[in-house]
T-cell receptor, first 113, second 115 residues
Framework: QKEVEQNSGPLSVPEGAIASLNCTYSDRGSQSFFWYRQYSGKSPELIMSIYSNGDKEDGRFTAQLNKASQYVSLLIRDSQPSDSATYLCAVRRDGGSQGNLIFGKGTKLSVKP | NAGVMQNPRHLVRRRGQEARLRCSPMKGHSHVYWYRQLPEEGLKFMVYLQKENIIDESGMPKERFSAEFPKEGPSILRIQQVVRGDSAAYFC?????????????FGPGTRLTVT
């Protein structure tokens, strides 16, 4: 059973639209949640972190967390062609020696001009 | 450059050779994590280190792979007797602490090609 699941996409949205990216996780002990953006051939870049239920907004990005449903999402408002990338959802189970991130395979987003 | 540094950026090795990948964490960060990304696969955790200590190596293959983070100098991921299946992008990330509201920042990665 996969621990972090994402739709692989591609998710295609027109420029200016809202892109909605979803992620589910299986470990109820997960406490910290992250969204990374990865352009082709590049390294992951942290976009958002979220630690408690609800919404967290940062510029055009909003992360949403629902621990009861084991669900994390990322909304990108006013999508731009430069947002075209693969978006990686990552979860972390904190405590003890556990510090590593568990990643989903990513959702490829394409924003069409 | 205050970010995570990795070198070399690209490394080509023939089967049976050794590969050494280096990672210098961000300034002020003492926690280092290595991840591997195989073609068309997700990022997979390999090992978590602090200075002079391996904290968690549960993701590391049991043979041929080792990692260290000495008191002085960068963290090193070492792959002995490389095979074609080791071809991947190897990323290092660092954080100031683990757990809580502490985030991991990634370096540019080392692309290893085994011929």
């Amino acid at each position: 059973q996969k621990e972090v699941e994402q739709n692989s996409g591609p998710l295609s949205v027109p420029e200016g639209a809202i892109a909605s990216l979803n992620c589910t996780y299986s470990d109820r002990g997960s406490q910290s949640f992250f969204w990374y953006r990865q352009y082709s051939g590049k390294s992951p870049e942290l976009i958002m972190s979220i630690y408690s239920n609800g919404d967290k907004e940062d510029g055009r990005f909003t992360a949403q967390l629902n621990k009861a449903s084991q669900y994390v999402s990322l909304l990108i408002r006013d999508s731009q062609p430069s947002d075209s990338a693969t978006y990686l959802c990552a979860v972390r189970r904190d405590g003890g020696s556990q510090g590593n991130l568990i990643f989903g395979k990513g959702t490829k987003l394409s924003v069409k001009p | 450059n205050a970010g995570v540094m990795q070198n070399p950026r690209h490394l080509v090795r023939r089967r049976g050779q050794e590969a050494r990948l280096r990672c210098s964490p961000m300034k002020g960060h003492s926690h280092v994590y290595w991840y591997r990304q195989l073609p068309e696969e997700g990022l997979k955790f390999m090992v978590y280190l602090q200075k002079e200590n391996i904290i968690d190596e549960s993701g590391m293959p049991k043979e041929r792979f080792s990692a260290e983070f000495p008191k002085e100098g960068p963290s090193i991921l070492r792959i002995q007797q490389v095979v074609r299946g080791d071809s991947a992008a190897y990323f290092c990330a660092s954080s100031p602490r683990t757990g809580g509201a502490y985030e991991q920042y990634f370096g540019p990665g080392t692309r290893l090609t085994v011929t």
